[in-house]
């Protein structure tokens, strides 16, 4: 399957969008550990349609105009990981959750390391929140693009969520 992707720059870093014919794959860090993400050859491109969508949405999510993203999203993942980041999106926007309480909101209790090893798995960033996530008492604990990044998201969404505009 042939993917196609777009680098876009960000307040967190360029970003690489990552897309098949018809959903977002993966939103990728600048600073990608190899490996983290399986994704094979990608092709690069200017114009595909998930692409420009990803991007603006992004965009406007960057300018505080956007808390939930509307993509059509087709991440690769085990069955565990795809319920881990599927429970990702019950976390408002602004408002942080453990990986202990994470785990019991997808039925899987006692998997809060389980939960864990999946959210540093997740390819779609920002997109499918995996930032919202803290360690036990709030610790900031590891984090793909990078504990800066995992802070600049955190206050970010908390000062809109939480502003008079």
Known sequence: M????????SPVGT?????????LVAVLWE???????????????AGHSVLALTE??????????????????SPRGTPFQLKVWQGLGHIKYGVTQSYGDLARVIGSGRAARAVGAALGRNPL???VPCHRVMGRQGALTGFAGGLEAKKFLLGF?????????
């Open 56 to 73: 603006q949405q992004l965009i406007e999510y960057f300018a505080g105009e956007r808390k939930d993203f509307q993509v059509p999203l």
């Open 31 to 45: 600073l990608e550990r190899e490996g983290r993400v399986s994704l094979g050859e990608l092709r690069a491109t």
């Open 125 to 127: 960033a920002i997109v």
């Open 2 to 9: 042939t993917l196609f992707f777009k680098d876009m720059p």
């Open 157 to 165: 969404e908390r000062r809109r969520a939480f502003s008079r505009d």
């Open 15 to 23: 970003l690489k969008l990552v897309a098949c014919a018809d959903a």
